[in-house]
C-alpha cells in the first residue's frame, strides 16, 4: 500500500522561482556549477539513451521535444522556435522541463526552462571553449546581442576569465540593451558597428543570431587564425550563420552527430565531413585544440543531454534553497488498481459538502 | 510589445480538478463526448503529423512521449508504464499532456493525464466496437479487472448500451472491487472464476490485464464466431494477451500501423500480416464488420491523436466549467530579447524588499 502521503505531488519550479533560485544561488555560481554537472554528464556519455530531438516543424516554427536517460533518471525538455513571436510580445523560445524516476516512471520535477535553457546553452559554451579555446582568451566578439547574449557573456567570465568583449548586433538598440545589462561587473565593453569591427582583436567569436534562415553572420575573412567560434544561433534545418568556407578550415567539435548534421552549421557539409564529438575530447579519448594557430568551431545545436544535467542540478538546489510549489499532478488512489474508485469517493465528498 | 498581460501563464488541470470536471460533466456525458471528439479526430486523420511514440524503455518499465500535431494544434503526452508500480503503492499508468499552438509554439494547457487517458482509452474502443461489434450486441466480458476495467464498461454502455458483464481476474478482490463500483448503474453483472466462464455468451470480449509480458490470457478456443474482441492490455513490445491462433481468425483492426506492428498484438505476426487502419472504416472507406460471424479484433495500444483529442475536449470543458489553476509556467519579459535583464529587475526588486 501508499506508505508516502504525497505520491500524487510533483515540485514544480515556476519562472518566478526559478529567477529566485538563480539569484539565491548567484548567477556567477549557478553558471559554474551547471557547467560542472555538464561536463560531469558529457564525460559519461556513452551511459545515456540517445536519439535526435523529435521535431513538430510548421510554416511559423518548430515545436520540438528532447529526452534522455542515464538509466538511472529520465529529463525531456518541451522547446519551441519560432521567429516571429517578439513580434506580439512572446519569447522566440520558451521551454519547460521534466525530470523523472526511471524506476517507478514518476515525474520527480517539473520547471520552467526558459530562463534555465539560456544557462545551460550559456554554460554549456564555456565548458567547450575551455577545451577549445586559446588559454590565454580574453576577449570574445558577441555578434547577435538577443536574449542568449548575457548569458554567455556571463559564463565566459566565470568559467574562463573573458572580460573584454565586443557587441554586434543589427539592431543597435539590442547592443545597448547587451552593453547595459553587464556594466558594473569588470567587463571592458566595446560597442560595435559592424561584424568586422566586433572581431576585431577577438580570441572567441560567438555567433548567436535568431533568424531561421540560411544567413552568413561570420565570413570566410572575419576569422584569423587561433580564434574559437562559438556557434550558438544556427540550430535548425535551415538555419545557419557561418559561411561555409569558415567550416572547412575549422576543426569541428559537436554534441551529437546525428542532430548537428541535420541543425547545426555542418548541414552545409557532406554527411562524411569528419567532426569531432565534445565528449571524448573532455574524457581526453580525442585531443581538442592541438595548435595556437588552428581554427576551432563548436557547432553548438544544444543537446537532451544539457538539459538532463540542468533539470538534476535543479533538483539538488532546490532540495537545498526551496523555491518551488507543490503540483497535484498524479493521480494517487487509496488503492493503485482503484483509479475509478477515486472518482467515486471524490463524488461522494462533493454530494456531502 | 506584450500586450496580454499574462502570456507567462499556463492553464493548469490537477488530478482533483480533473475529477471535479469529469463530475460535473458527468461520466456518461463525458465519455460520449470525448467519444464523438476522438471520432472527428479519426476521420481527418490524414491531417495529422504521426510518429510511433518515443519510448524510453528500462527493466523496470517505459516512459513515452506521444506528439502529434493537426496543423493548428500541437500536443503530447507524457506516459509511464510500470507493471510493478503497485507494490509500493504508485499506478502503474501515469500521465499528463500538454496542448499548445503552433502559431507561437506556447502551451496553452497542461493537465493531468492519469485519469484523463483511462477515459479516453475506454472512449476509443468504444468508439471502435461501434463499427466493428454486431449491433445487436448486449454482453461483454472483462477479462482484467483492474483500473481501466470500469471505465471501459462506463464507455460501453454510453455508446453501445452493453448492460451486461461478466468479469473475471486472476485476483478475485480486483472483480469484486470492479462489480462494487460498477453497482447501481443499471449494469447486469455475473463477478466469474475462469476466463472460460467469462466469455460464455459474450458478444465482445474485453482484455486488460498489465502483466509486461508475452501472457495469454485468451486462448484460440474462447473466441466463438461473431464475436469482438476488443484488446487493450497488450500495449508494447514483449507484452501481449491473445494467442496468436485468434489473430490468424479475425479482421485486424488498428490505430497506427508502424506503432501497432511494435506494440500491439500483432507483434506475433509478420510485418506484412493484412490489417485495417481504424480511421478508414470510420470515414467508410473500408468496411468495417461484413458479417455476423466474423471475428473482430481492435488491437487497441493507445495513439497520439486520442491523447490530442482529449486535450482538446478537456481545453473545451475548463473554458465552460472552469476548474484549472494558472501556472507561471513561461517567461514573459518586458521585452522579448531582455530575457537577461528579467533576472536584473527580479534581483532589484528582492534587494528593494
Redo the contacts between chains.
Keep these: 500500500?501508499?506508505?508516502?502521503p504525497k505520491?500524487?505531488v510533483v515540485p514544480?519550479v515556476?519562472?518566478?522561482h526559478m529567477?529566485?533560485l538563480?539569484?539565491k544561488v548567484g548567477?556567477d555560481r549557478f553558471l559554474t556549477d551547471l557547467a560542472a554537472t555538464i561536463e560531469e554528464d558529457f564525460r559519461r556519455w556513452p551511459v545515456f539513451?540517445k536519439?535526435p530531438r523529435?521535431a513538430?516543424h510548421?510554416q511559423?516554427?518548430?515545436?520540438e521535444?528532447m529526452?534522455t536517460?542515464d538509466?538511472t533518471l529520465?529529463g525531456?525538455k518541451?522547446v519551441?522556435?519560432?521567429p516571429k513571436?517578439?513580434r506580439?510580445?512572446?519569447?522566440?523560445v520558451?521551454a519547460?522541463g521534466?525530470l523523472?524516476d526511471?524506476?517507478?516512471?514518476?515525474?520527480m520535477l517539473l520547471t520552467?526552462m526558459?530562463?534555465l535553457t539560456?544557462l545551460r546553452t550559456a554554460a554549456t559554451s564555456a565548458v567547450a571553449a575551455k577545451y577549445l579555446a586559446r588559454p590565454n582568451a580574453r576577449t570574445m566578439a558577441i555578434i547577435g546581442n538577443?536574449?542568449?547574449?548575457?548569458?554567455q557573456a556571463r559564463a565566459f567570465k566565470s568559467l574562463l576569465g573573458i572580460d573584454k568583449l565586443r557587441l554586434y548586433d543589427i539592431d543597435a538598440s539590442?547592443t545597448r540593451?547587451c552593453a547595459r545589462?553587464l556594466a558594473g561587473l569588470g567587463f571592458t565593453i566595446e560597442e560595435c558597428t559592424s561584424v568586422e569591427e566586433a572581431v576585431e582583436g577577438a580570441d572567441i567569436i560567438t555567433t548567436v543570431t535568431a533568424d531561421k534562415q540560411y544567413a552568413t553572420i561570420l565570413s570566410d575573412n572575419h576569422v584569423g587564425p587561433g580564434v574559437h567560434i562559438n556557434a550558438v544561433g544556427g540550430d535548425c534545418p535551415g538555419k545557419t550563420e557561418l559561411s561555409k568556407d569558415i567550416l572547412l578550415r575549422s576543426d569541428i567539435f559537436v554534441e551529437y552527430p546525428p542532430q548537428t548534421r541535420i541543425e547545426g552549421e555542418i548541414q552545409q557539409l557532406p554527411a562524411e565531413h569528419p567532426v569531432i564529438e565534445l565528449w571524448q575530447v573532455m574524457t581526453g579519448e580525442t585531443e581538442g585544440r592541438k595548435s595556437p594557430d588552428q581554427i576551432t568551431l563548436f557547432d553548438s545545436v544544444g543537446f537532451a543531454i544539457e538539459d538532463f544535467s540542468a533539470l538534476r542540478y535543479v533538483r539538488d538546489q532546490i532540495a537545498e534553497h526551496g523555491m518551488f510549489t507543490e503540483?497535484?499532478?498524479?493521480?494517487?488512489?487509496d488503492?493503485?488498481?482503484?483509479?475509478?474508485?477515486?472518482?467515486?469517493r471524490?463524488?461522494k465528498k462533493?454530494e456531502a459538502a
Design positions: 500500500m501508499n506508505t508516502d505520491l500524487n514544480f515556476s519562472v518566478d529567477m529566485k538563480v539569484l548567477i539513451d536519439t523529435v513538430s510548421s511559423e516554427g518548430v515545436i521535444l529526452p536517460s538509466g529520465y525531456f518541451y519551441n522556435g519560432h513571436n517578439t506580439d510580445g512572446r519569447q522566440t520558451t519547460f521534466v523523472s526511471v524506476g517507478n516512471g514518476y515525474p520552467e526558459t530562463i539560456a538577443g536574449a542568449q547574449s548575457e548569458f539590442a540593451k545589462n503540483l497535484d499532478l498524479l493521480a494517487d488512489p488503492e493503485p488498481r482503484d483509479l475509478y474508485g477515486m472518482l467515486l471524490c463524488e462533493l
